[in-house]
């Protein structure tokens, strides 16, 4: 088609981009021929001119749509192009988290660098016989197809496995063997794959290392051959090896590390075993710190080595050995530490006592002097002499390094070999699949001889892919014969010639190395002069003499020289390796060397790496040919090695995984495109796509193509063939022919095509949706303006009438408002006036008033002034006077003291002399006289004037008393004058008071009627607000009993969903010990059955042998399990002669399966008491959680009553506060008391009064109900005292309730002995036992009597409880009628006295009516109660009289609870049960049991006919008590059921014919075993079948196991047929045709989801179920068990569907969401027709629903994610971010899944609690209980047909 078609605008295509390789562009114009240049517009909106090519006019790579974009297969895409194969690789790896992706027969696998959860055993299950193309790209689909093609076409398979170094090859390695060893399981009891598994730590120790790419790089290459046996079981493996990294063992780059095992052994150094070693830690040994990186974050080096050592002993190399091998690495350490010192330029010295050589020859058991010098020194050999060479320093370190990167290489050899031997068996190898983990495509800055040998590798692996995929393109055009022309593809054989062909690289390479002085540079102008102008493939770098390069397939690769010559070389000193050869104590060492040297393989060192090992199981001829090839260089060998491996590849059906590296920073699922496009354009996945691009890459079947593109037909162009349909339709659609080709079977189609066909559907469905669109918005748009108008013609009516009726209201009220405005103007103004008049006069007062105060406050002010001044000037006067006299004083002091001081001197000195002393005594002598004199002279005056005062004192005294009796007359007379005086103003002032009150008597008058007038209206009020008051407490009482209730309710609610809770985990432990204990029945009838099979096979082994008998087929191995000790003779001879037997095979075998068969036993008893414990603890749980609900309950109770207490307490603070305003009336009204008005308070208060009144009367109602009830009590219990024994109608009730008929007679003797008179009694007594019998009557009454009692109490509450109810009546109507009070007061007088009455008449008729209709009741009640006693008395009398004359003494009756002996004797009849003899035993199993065909006894004869009818026989041996009869008979029973199952156990028909039996017959022996809790059901003839003499509850326990393993084997016979159905069906087929397009697939073809013949639809399914239901109800089977059963087989189906779903991409859409809802809805309308929607089956399909409802929903806004949310509850986190990870539109309307938007989601569900897996347990099994079901079916009815050919049996 021309490109003016494809290029238009709006076309996406790539351009070029050199950072992100390929960018993505759309055409903003349309594309005419000839034009220079394109207009793009990118993704970011930026414009772009993208200039053509001149000289070719490439156009740009179209892109594809984006419905292809995200395939599985690459194939798939319609451009198949680099930048499409980027793309696509890019959005699954990035946004949908998927690492796996097909490109034709390659699975490219990128390396997440994160651990998925997608490697467990449930996925390998999923995969496990699927179709490749059926499920999404894993390691595990091409495993099982490799497998698969193994088992079909007899043909041995590989796996390849490449990619560089970090990209995965060594775990994708690892997973394909992994899932051979789970898939294929072993061929003996060695668990070889467990062996195979375990190479896998010991080669990852010493074989991987971390790099600068990879943490656990692989340093060499290996190819291992997993054996298979003729049943496909794996039986061994052999492993060989390439190219070893020996460098690395002495050099190491920076942050890169030696081989793991190194830094193992440094890291468990301080263990007890290693001390010998003399380790410490890795950083003091120079060959594991050079790369300055000892450590890898995440990895435990101690628990790394725990593993290998534990592999090593799976593998069977002892602990000797393994200590050997860690002596030999660690002595590798101690010699890299060995210091070589300069002696001169020509010699070397080691130090003398070098502790790491002394700990290196000690480890190697050699001689300290021999290596000390021949480390130093080398041996030269000539034809006549051998010369000692000293070497220098650097060479002596080389030698060194060389002899390190030996020994380590032949212990890697070593390893290598038994680890082969241990996986090695001796079976017979019928096939294998080879798994290769080979390098990748390598280049380097500097490339040297170990990546020439890798990229030679790939060169040859790179032709053997490429012709492979040319071949299978080739076979699929001739298989569907169409014509094809040889594709042209790339093929490297010139560059493999150039490197090995004769005079090659390696040849050359060979032959410089046998040249004496061979170097470096000569070889390289050897290559320059050979290959340089002959070849165009070799090349010389124009800057460099000692390189080449060399064009590979995937990129050129420039190689130095240097070093190429000694590497191929590959020598060491062969004085050293003689001095380990003599160790002689160590032999580890020596066997080393000594296998080097027995080595055959041709693949002895690898390249600088100490080569390939290949080991060998056949001896090689002789020794001169190993000794040959040991003289082989590495490239010869490596060479060698190479052809070999691909004869076995071309011997072998391949198939290619191809691992890529997304980032170099190890950066979870970060895509790099650079990194990517350089490994895919390496590992040849673009030259995949290109051979498929060159032919016909889309290839669709007829029926595929017509169902995509139906829509593309008009109904003229669809004919009855659809092949021919196809062809008109696509020559009308695409005009080129060249374009496409019809095959047989499919249509193939160029690249381009499939695109231009979705463009053409696209756009006509893009037409048939704008159609739709329109139609249904002018429908729409008509139907909303329709709804509009009527609306607004509605509108406008209602608001007409509303504005008219406005403007009416608006006249009204406007003249209305200017007559209130007139009135209320005036009234303003006049009030205005008098406002400012008041104002002004208030204004001049006070103006006045400030004025005089200022003019007083001046005045006072100067007054103080004065005042002030006059006080500070006397006190500043004061002050001054002060201070000078002070100052005066002070002179005045000084002055004197300055005398004194003087004076002091001169008497000082008048002292001292004696003359002084004697004139100053004389002077004071005459002194003291003269003192005395005047002291006796003021004596004698004070005596004389003291005699003076007294006698005027007593005269003062009596003139006193004179004058106050005076006084006191005085003051009498004035105080008489005060009295008269003060009488006559209080008169005078009591007529003035007269006079005013007089005058303001009309004022009070007036005053005291506006009072009145407020007042009622304040008590309206008060009312109104009390009746508020009471509304708002009466509603707030409803608000708290709601709030009580709903408190009651949820406090039911929590308790009921903690029961629930508590009840769901005790049903989830339950059914966990269920399935514990079923899966240990399940795993012991394995056992069993493969011991049966041993047996079977013994026997059959020694079948010819005379002496020997073959066991009894009756009789299972594990019968001692079943029966009792003593058995009969046949079972114990036969026993005998099996235990002969397979004592004659296999002794410890038997020994070991009786020992595991004890142990079930053991475990499966402890399982059923701990099973029993558990229901008994489920009991008591739900006991206990009904007390706490019972306790919760009285509290909420007890909190419900004090609320009513509150409420109550609230009533009479009501009460109260109504008392207080009675009073307060009172007060008011006796203020007021000859005020008019006083009537209305009057009534007012008469109200009240009579509101309270009714109060009071109500309250000694309620207290004389009570006090009458309470006596009313005590005479009925007085009365019950008395009267006992005498009153017949209190025995009615406990009559009624006597449960069976020997106590209806026990209390009839009892009531008989008791009404019986004194004086007969007396008469009668005599020694029969008629007094003992008395006296039980008497106790038996005494019991009736207590009963009644008890029930009376019981009454009694009941009756208190009612009364308590109606208290609560009684405070409601006390509420009601304080309403109506109220309401009463609003009422006129009258008015309000008539309703009162009327009210009071109304209440007391309708207490009178109930009062007469509880009265009606009672009587009624009585009357019943006594026909009743009639009726009991009548018939106790008639069975008394039957007991008379049945003359049975009354203890016996009293004794023995049996029915009347009193019997008529009859016609001996059928007792239900069938006798037989011993010797037909064996006939009866055979006939009834193993030769028994289901279908004729379901069809004819009434279900579950087998088991009547060996209960029946059981009945008989219990009966006639033979112990030994009822244990064979069961034991040949059960052993016949196991061996018919054994032998159709895949017949269901058989298993559920079986099951339904082996439950009937379990049910009988439950029903018939005499206990209490089977028989409720029984009729009373059926009571009369029950065993006597033997318990069989054990027997029971095994029937039981035994019903559970038919049940297993049911479910797994019904698994095996609905498992091919379902996911065809549910998944595939097409319900609803036309709602999902079958998309685009690629050269991996998935199963057709149209209907062909053989297709299985949801119909198939549907008819299976019910072919399923139908067998089992008419073989009889319990309905509660078809309910499990039918559950099971939901779960399954929605498991299974669930599963696939989530591993397949193309089911996940939104039509296929649809397509599983409806098939869900159509199997939950077959539950309901057949009436088991209760049984639990639809709960299992809710993941499956849930799975279907979020393909379907919206999932764009955080809203949706929320919504997600809350409806997946049924998927776990991991299952709904991998379905909408997997979301993939089918048509372009619909829209991917946005990442941010699974972000989201996982963000919301990441405190969820559950677990991680992804799928769903397919093999889970619910726990099956078989409830109680007896028969109503009676024995002796039964009937045997002669069908069954049982005439032996007698009718007993």
Not at 1311 to 1320: G, V
Not at 1368 to 1389: D, G, H, I, T
Request: proline share 3%; hydrophobic share 35%.
């Amino acid at each position: 088609m021309a490109a003016s078609e494809l290029y238009t605008k709006r076309a996406r295509v790539w351009i070029p981009d050199t950072e992100e390789v390929w960018k993505s562009a759309e055409l903003s114009k349309d594309y005419k021929n000839g034009d220079a240049s394109l207009q793009l517009i990118l993704e970011d909106g930026t414009g772009l001119e993208h200039k053509l090519d001149p000289k070719t006019k490439n156009l740009p790579y179209l892109r594809n749509p984006d419905i292809l974009v995200g395939e599985n297969d690459l194939t798939a895409l319609s451009y198949l192009h680099e930048p499409a194969v980027l793309h696509n690789l890019k959005v699954r790896f990035s946004d949908s988290k998927l690492i796996y992706t097909y490109c034709g027969i390659v699975l490219v696998a990128i390396n997440p660098y994160e651990t998925l959860p997608i490697y467990g055993t449930d996925i390998i299950n999923a995969y496990s016989g699927q179709n490749m193309g059926d499920m999404d790209p894993h390691i595990f689909a091409v495993a099982e197809e490799a497998y698969k093609q193994m088992a079909r076409d007899e043909r041995n398979q590989s796996i390849i496995v490449s990619g560089e170094s970090g990209a995965g090859k060594t775990v994708s390695a690892k997973y394909a063997m992994r899932y051979f060893a789970t898939v294929s399981g072993s061929a003996s009891e060695a668990n070889v794959e467990h062996k195979v598994l375990a190479s896998n730590p010991i080669m990852e120790a010493i074989g991987n290392a971390k790099t600068t790419r990879n943490d656990n790089s692989s340093r060499f290459g290996k190819y291992i051959e997993i054996g298979f046996d003729t049943r496909y079981r794996i039986i061994g493996a052999n492993m060989r090896t390439y190219l070893l990294e020996k460098s690395r063992v002495v050099f190491q780059a920076d942050e890169e590390r030696n081989y793991h095992v190194f830094y193992q052994l440094c890291a468990s150094s301080h263990l007890p075993e290693f001390k010998t070693l003399r380790l410490s830690s890795a950083n003091d040994f120079v060959y594991t710190r050079q790369g300055r990186s000892p450590v890898i974050e995440g990895v435990d080096d101690t628990k790394e080595l725990s593993n290998t050592r534990h592999a090593f002993t799976m593998l069977g190399i002892n602990e000797t050995y393994q200590m050997g091998l860690f002596q030999v690495l660690a002595a590798i350490l101690h010699l890299g530490n060995v210091e070589i010192k300069d002696r001169d330029s020509d010699s070397s010295i080691i130090p003398p006592n070098n502790r790491h050589l002394t700990a290196f020859c000690e480890l190697v058991g050699v001689s300290y002097q021999d290596m000390t010098q021949w480390l130093c020194h080398r041996k030269l050999k000539t034809a006549t002499e051998t010369y000692i060479k000293t070497l220098p320093r650097l060479q002596a370190t080389n030698a060194r390094d060389a002899l390190s990167k030996h020994i380590y290489a032949k212990l890697f050899n070593w390893i290598v070999e038994h680890v082969n031997k241990a996986l090695i068996t001796n079976i017979k190898q019928h096939s294998f699949i080879g798994v290769l983990d080979i390098y990748g495509f390598e280049t380097f800055e500097i490339n040297s001889f170990e990546q020439f040998c890798i990229n030679y590798a790939n060169e040859k692996l790179q032709q053997q892919f490429n012709m492979h995929v040319f071949k299978l393109e080739q076979e699929e055009y001739m298989k569907e014969q169409i014509p094809w022309t040889l594709i042209d593809f790339y093929d490297n054989q010139p560059c493999i010639n150039l490197i090995e062909a004769k005079m090659g690289i390696l040849d050359l390479l060979d032959e410089e190395c046998k040249m004496p002085k061979g170097s470096d540079d000569s070889w390289a102008q050897k290559l320059y002069n050979t290959h340089l102008k002959t070849c165009s493939l070799f090349e010389k770098p124009r800057m460099s003499n000692r390189a080449f390069i060399i064009q590979h397939f995937a990129d050129k690769v420039e190689y130095q020289c240097d070093g190429f010559l000694e590497k191929n070389k590959d020598t060491v000193n062969e004085e050293q390796i003689n001095v380990l050869k003599a160790s002689k104590k160590f032999p580890l060492l020596v066997e080393l060397f000594q296998d080097g040297e027995k080595a055959t393989s041709p693949t002895g060192q690898a390249p600088g790496t100490g080569g390939r090992t290949r080991l060998s199981v056949k001896p090689e001829k002789g020794r001169d040919k190993s000794s040959k090839e040991h003289k082989k260089t590495v490239g010869c060998q490596f060479r060698n090695s190479l052809q070999m491996l691909m004869e076995t590849l071309n011997a072998t059906t391949p198939h290619y995984v191809r691992c890529i590296k997304p980032n170099d920073f190890k950066l979870a699922f970060t895509f790099d495109p650079k990194r990517a496009v350089q490994q895919l354009r390496a590992c040849g996945v673009l030259e995949t796509i290109r051979i498929s691009a060159a032919g016909f890459p889309s290839r669709w079947t007829y029926q595929e193509f017509f169902s995509r593109y139906r829509v593309l037909m008009v109904q003229k162009d669809v004919l009855p063939d659809k092949k021919l349909t196809c062809r008109n339709v696509l020559e009308k659609l695409v005009q080129d022919q060249d374009k496409y080709q019809f095959g047989k079977t499919k249509i193939f189609f160029r690249a381009g095509q499939v695109a231009y066909l979705e463009k053409l559907r696209a756009d006509k469905l893009r037409v048939a949706c704008i159609r739709i669109q329109k139609t249904i918005r002018c429908w729409l748009a008509r139907k909303k303006y329709l709804r509009k108008r009527s609306a607004a013609i509605t509108i406008q009516r209602f608001t007409r009438g509303y504005q008219a009726r406005c403007l009416v209201k608006f006249m009204r009220r406007t003249q209305a408002a200017t007559i209130i405005q007139k009135y209320r103007r005036m009234y303003v103004e006049k009030k205005r006036y008098r406002q400012k008049q008041a104002a002004a006069l208030v204004m001049q007062t006070i103006l006045r008033a400030y004025m005089a105060r200022q003019k007083y406050q001046a005045l006072v002010r100067e007054h103080k002034a004065v005042i002030i001044q006059t006080r500070v000037r006397g006190w500043l006067a004061r002050c001054w006077y002060k201070r000078c006299l002070v100052s005066i004083v002070y002179l005045q002091c000084c002055i004197r003291r300055m005398r004194a001081r003087h004076e002091l001197k001169k008497l000082k000195v008048e002292a001292r002399s004696v003359e002084h002393f004697k004139k100053l005594n004389k002077g004071m002598e005459n002194k003291i006289m003269q003192l005395q004199r005047r002291i006796d002279e003021q004596t004698k005056d004070n005596r004389s004037i003291n005699e003076k005062l007294v006698g005027m004192e007593t005269s003062f005294t009596a003139e006193c008393e004179g004058l106050r009796t005076e006084l006191n007359r005085l003051k009498g007379a004035e105080e008489e004058a005060k009295n008269k005086t003060n009488q006559v103003n209080s008169l005078l002032e009591e007529l003035e008071r007269l006079k005013k009150e007089l005058s303001t008597t009309q004022q009070e008058k007036k005053t005291i009627e506006d009072w009145a007038t407020t007042y009622r209206s304040e008590m309206e009020k008060m009312v109104s607000e009390l009746k508020d008051q009471n509304g708002s407490l009466k509603k707030e009482k409803d608000d708290l009993n709601r709030s009580i209730q709903e408190q009651s309710q949820q406090m039911t609610e929590k308790m009921t969903r903690a029961i629930a809770q508590e009840t769901q985990q005790l049903e989830t432990d339950l059914n966990e010990e269920r399935s514990r204990y079923q899966n240990l029945l399940t795993e012991h009838l394995r056992l069993e059955e493969k011991y049966d099979d041993l047996k079977e096979v013994m026997a059959s082994s020694n079948i010819s042998k005379p002496g020997h008998r073959r066991t009894d087929s009756t009789h299972s191995s594990n019968e001692s399990e079943y029966t009792y000790n003593s058995e009969y003779a046949e079972l114990e001879e036969g026993s005998r002669a099996a235990e002969d037997v397979t004592r004659g095979i296999d002794t410890s075998l038997t020994l070991k399966l009786q020992k595991r068969l004890t142990e079930l036993e053991q475990e499966k008893q402890s399982l059923r008491n701990e099973l029993e414990n558990k229901e008994d603890q489920f009991q008591r749980a739900r006991a206990r959680d009904d007390a706490e609900f019972k306790k919760a309950r009285g509290a909420e109770l007890e909190y419900e009553s004090l609320k009513r207490q509150e409420l109550e307490s609230e009533n009479k603070k009501l009460k109260h506060d109504l008392a207080e305003m009675r009073q307060s009336l009172l007060g008011d009204k006796a203020t007021g008391a000859g005020a008019p008005g006083s009537p209305a308070y009057k009534v007012l208060l008469e109200q009240l009064n009579a509101s309270c009144e009714e109060l009071d009367v109500r309250k000694e109602e309620v207290l004389i109900l009570r006090s009458q009830l309470v006596s009313q009590k005590e005479a009925m219990h007085h009365k019950d005292e008395k009267e006992t024994m005498t009153e017949p109608s209190i025995y009615a009730e406990d009559v009624s309730k006597l449960k069976d008929a020997d106590e209806l007679k026990q209390a009839c003797i009892g009531l008989k002995d008791t009404n019986r008179s004194a004086a007969p009694d007396f008469h009668k007594l005599n020694e029969d036992g008629e007094l003992w019998l008395v006296n039980q009557g008497l106790k038996e009454t005494i019991r009736l009597l207590e009963h009644q009692l008890q029930t009376q109490r019981r009454g009694y509450d009941s009756e208190v409880e009612s009364l308590r109810g109606e208290l609560q009546n009684v405070k409601e109507e006390n509420n009601r009628q304080q309403q109506l009070l109220a309401q009463n007061l609003q009422l006129p007088p009258e008015a309000r006295i008539e309703a009162s009455l009327q009210h009071e008449i109304t209440r007391l008729t309708n207490e009178n009516l109930d009062l007469m209709e509880q009265l009606e009741k009672q009587d009624r009640t009585i009357r019943k109660l006594k026909k009743q006693l009639k009726v009991y008395s009548k018939r106790i009398g008639e069975m008394g009289a039957g007991q008379a004359e049945g003359q049975t003494s009354p203890g016996q009756m009293v004794d023995e609870p049996i029915h009347p002996v009193n019997i008529p004797r009859r016609e001996k009849d059928f007792q239900g049960m069938l006798e037989y003899k011993k010797e037909d035993e064996l006939k009866l199993v055979k006939n009834l049991i193993l030769e028994l065909k289901p279908r004729g006894v379901a069809v004819n004869l009434i279900p579950g006919l087998p088991a009547y009818i060996l209960f029946m026989c059981l009945r008989h041996a219990d009966y006639v008590n033979d112990d030994q009869k009822v244990r064979t008979l069961l034991t040949s029973t059960i052993n016949s059921i196991k061996k018919i199952l054994k032998k159709r156990g895949d017949d269901f028909e058989t298993v559920s014919f079986w099951l339904a039996n082996t439950c009937r017959f379990l049910h009988c022996l439950k029903q018939y075993s005499g206990d209490e809790a089977f028989m409720k059901h029984n009729t009373s003839r059926q009571n009369e079948h029950c065993l006597s003499n033997f318990d069989l509850a054990e027997y029971r326990q095994v029937i039981s196991d035994l019903a559970i393993q038919i049940y297993q084997q049911l479910i797994k016979c019904m698994e095996n047929i609905l498992q091919p159905m379902i996911v065809s069906g549910m998944l595939e087929h097409e319900t609803i045709q036309g709602v999902s397009g079958v998309k685009p697939t690629g050269l991996r073809k998935r199963t057709s989801s149209i209907a062909d013949e053989g297709t299985y639809t949801l119909d198939s399914i549907l008819r299976q179920l019910s072919a399923f239901h139908s067998t089992m109800c008419q073989h009889g089977t319990d309905p509660e068990l078809i309910k499990q059963v039918v559950k099971q087989q939901f779960y399954i189906i929605g498991a299974v569907t669930l599963n696939n779903l989530l591993l397949r991409k193309d089911m996940c859409s939104w039509s296929k969401g649809m397509q599983i809802r409806y098939n869900v809805s159509q199997l939950e309308e077959w539950l309901r027709d057949k009436g088991l929607m209760v049984c639990g089956a639809k709960e299992t399909l809710e993941p499956l629903i849930q799975a279907a409802q979020l393909l379907q929903v919206k999932k764009k806004t955080d809203e949706d994610a929320e919504a997600i949310c809350s409806m997946c509850l049924a998927l776990t986190t991991a299952q709904i971010v991998k379905v909408l990870n997997l979301y993939t539109p089918v048509n372009e309307f619909e829209e991917r899944v946005s990442v941010a938007f699974i972000r989201t989601i996982q963000t919301r569900l990441r405190d969820r609690c559950e677990s991680p897996q992804l799928l769903m347990d397919t093999k889970m099994i619910y726990p099956v209980t078989f409830p109680f079901s007896p028969s109503s079916l009676a024995l002796e009815t039964i009937q045997i047909p002669g069908s069954l050919n049982l005439a032996f049996l007698t009718r007993v």
